[in-house]
């Protein structure tokens, strides 16, 4: 799968849809492949404050547990049902349907420090 070139990505894998001042937040495909087989995600709490940077989400596959990090600050207004009920959209979707959380930024200009699609292509080679 290729890298979307219109999200914004975290070095530890998340991956950004911004639409104003909400992010839809997932984990890349290449994380995903890196897990393997998604068994259970933990979603965080609606109305939650976070900082970026902080956990704010669990992915336990059958390999590994990996804390889902807020990549803005602000608060999280929305969690999926959908990977809750079959975590594996995580890894069959993980840029559509397999998306985690949304958080509405503090400051939405905090995103533009972090990677387009082309600098996390030379981040996972």
Known sequence: MNVPTD????????????EGDIVTVGISDHAQ????????????EVGRAV????????????????????PIGGEIIEANPDVESDP????????????????KAKNIEDASSLMDAAAYEAHIS
């Open 7 to 18: 999200l914004r990505y975290c070095p530890s894998h998340e991956w950004l849809r911004i």
């Open 33 to 44: 492949d890196e897990l393997t087989d998604v068994v259970f995600v933990e979603l965080p």
């Open 51 to 70: 900082d970026a940077g902080d956990p704010a989400a669990v992915v336990e596959s059958v390999k590994a547990a990996s804390d889902i990090y807020a």
């Open 88 to 103: 594996s959209l995580v890894n069959t979707d993980p840029y559509g349907k397999g998306w985690i959380f949304k958080v």
